[in-house]
């Protein structure tokens, strides 16, 4: 149970919850909450046990807990899934955020064992994404994530939530093809590398580059495979981070979607595009994520530059967050264009602490949406749409102060961790590019500064006035997030020293080239 079998049970158990709600009573809406919370619970601990039972020395993509077995053998496919210190840290953080969604989604009284199911099925696809070695595995896993997202947001969402859906799909599903054309291109070519000699999907044999000098005849005219599959791939992960210009539907996605789902969107799917990058597009051409560094960096800089610019034009707090997400996820991309150690660790490590800050403000909008039922930091009017919270919300007040500076990245707190090693990382290479993102955090000052100060100074608006405080089930769910991005911002070796081999391994590859 805790060696060989632990990605199985921490894999098949949200499967087994679906399963599980599917056979309670339509009328039970209490215990399919709880079969749901319980699931979620007992997968967490699993999550727990691999993250005291990974063994921080060993480096490699295949380090631990592998698990492989013939699916279609016809084919080379395999079940195939193993994890290194990147993956479980995004195993970790998926499994800690649904246990936290489920307990902010405890009200929703709109077919409740639809939700519930569909949660946990959620669950499922996005952690076999982060544990296949298959690439067949991993993109039937990535294409199956697109069903329950679509009906979450198309059901359960706000009022343009069809249109927000259908953009959501249609935008990812677009990404899926391009990434099916590689993956098809590189099962093909596999059979004439040497070192290889057959068609597979193993994304193990395929990496470290094998690539790099073979070509492609496209439209008549020779092409560098890793170039042209590259950006294929690229593309595709892109779509999902998402970086400049394939965001638009991020934002729609967000706004329609309800809490839960928009913290799974940002603290969990999001990452999945940049943990395409570190699993497949990098390690399998390394050469072309070099010869590309370059534009890689430019586009990171729109993302900072362009998220916190749109960010500050908001009116609506759920759009303000969307865009800040955008913003954040650019530094990421600033990390792994730098290649260095230091930028890729603080890439790694943004990706893990936006998931829990962006989880934060994002929970943090949902409470204040539960009592206003608006989400206006200025209405439409002209008039504040929040006011004086401080006086009225003190505790809410307290927990979005943290949350805000956390994803704002003060000294002290996660955010600011990160950040500082992605700039160190990438200042060498990128000096100028360093610099103009820096205005990029000065800008996520302004406004996040500039919200917190319309909706909790002055006086109390007159709606606020029947504003509850955050109660008991809202103070516990948010607790733990609370710890995190305290705990990781003054001692972030925890979470360093886990993926320490891992990301030094693929810097070394990268280096090679």
């Not at 530094?331 to 936006?354: C, I």
Request: charged share 10%; with cysteine; proline share 4%.
């Amino acid at each position: 149970m805790f060696g060989a079998n632990l990605l199985n049970w921490i894999l098949w158990l949200p499967f087994v919850g679906v399963i599980a709600i599917l056979c309670i009573p339509k009328g039970k809406e209490n215990v399919i909450r709880w079969t749901a919370l319980i699931s979620t619970l007992v997968t967490m601990v699993f999550c727990a046990v691999l993250y005291c039972k990974f063994d921080r020395s060993l480096g490699g993509m295949q380090s631990q807990f592998e698990i492989i077995a013939p699916w279609i053998p016809s084919f080379n496919i395999n079940y195939f899934l193993s994890v290194d210190g990147i993956s479980a840290l995004m195993i970790i953080l998926t499994g800690m955020l649904f246990v936290i969604c489920i307990g902010c989604s405890w009200k929703i009284e709109k077919m409740v064992k639809g939700y519930f199911a569909l949660f946990l099925f959620l669950e499922f696809t996005v952690m076999g994404v982060f544990m296949s070695l298959d690439f067949f595995l991993f993109y039937v896993f990535w294409e199956v994530m697109l069903l329950p997202m679509f009906f979450l947001i198309g059901i359960w969402g706000g009022e343009n939530r069809e249109y927000a859906a259908v953009k959501f799909f249609l935008y990812t599903f677009f990404g899926s093809i391009l990434m099916l054309v590689g993956i098809v291109g590189l099962y093909y070519m596999s059979a004439e590398v040497p070192s290889i000699g057959a068609h597979t999907f193993d994304i193990l044999d395929l990496s470290g580059g094998k690539f790099s000098d073979m070509t492609v005849n496209l439209f008549g005219s020779e092409w560098n495979f890793s170039h042209v599959f590259f950006w294929a791939m690229f593309i595709g992960f892109a779509i999902k981070v998402p970086v400049f210009p394939f965001h638009t539907w991020l934002p729609h996605a967000h706004v329609q979607a309800p809490t839960a789902v928009s913290v799974i969107l940002a603290g969990v799917l999001l990452k999945m595009g940049t943990y395409g990058f570190l699993r497949i597009a990098y390690p399998i051409f390394p050469q072309a994520a070099n010869h590309f560094a370059d534009w890689i960096a430019v586009l990171g800089l729109i993302n900072v530059i362009y998220g916190a610019l749109c960010a500050m034009a908001q009116t609506d707090l759920k759009r303000l967050v969307a865009y800040s997400s955008v913003s954040h996820m650019g530094f990421v991309m600033l990390g792994f264009a730098a290649m260095t150690t230091a930028g890729m660790n603080g890439a790694v490590l943004q990706m893990f602490n936006h998931g829990t800050s962006a989880a934060m403000m994002f929970l943090m909008v949902g409470v204040v949406y539960e009592r206003s039922h608006h989400r206006w930091i200025v209405k439409p009017d002209g008039s504040l749409g929040f006011g004086g919270l401080y006086q009225q919300m003190p505790k809410y007040a307290i927990v979005f102060i943290i949350s805000m500076f956390a994803s704002l990245g003060l000294p002290g707190l996660s955010g600011f961790i990160s950040e500082a090693l992605i700039f160190i990382g990438i200042y060498k290479a990128y000096t100028t590019i360093t610099v103009l993102a820096l205005f990029g955090l000065l800008i996520g000052a302004a406004y996040l500064l500039w919200m917190f100060k319309r909706m909790f100074f002055g006086e109390v608006n007159e709606d606020c006035k029947s504003y509850s405080d955050m109660n008991t089930r809202e103070l516990v769910y948010m607790a733990p997030l609370c710890i995190l991005v305290i705990l990781f911002g003054i001692w972030p070796a925890p979470l360093l020293d886990f993926m320490r081999a891992s990301v030094g391994n693929l810097v070394t590859l990268l280096g090679n080239y």
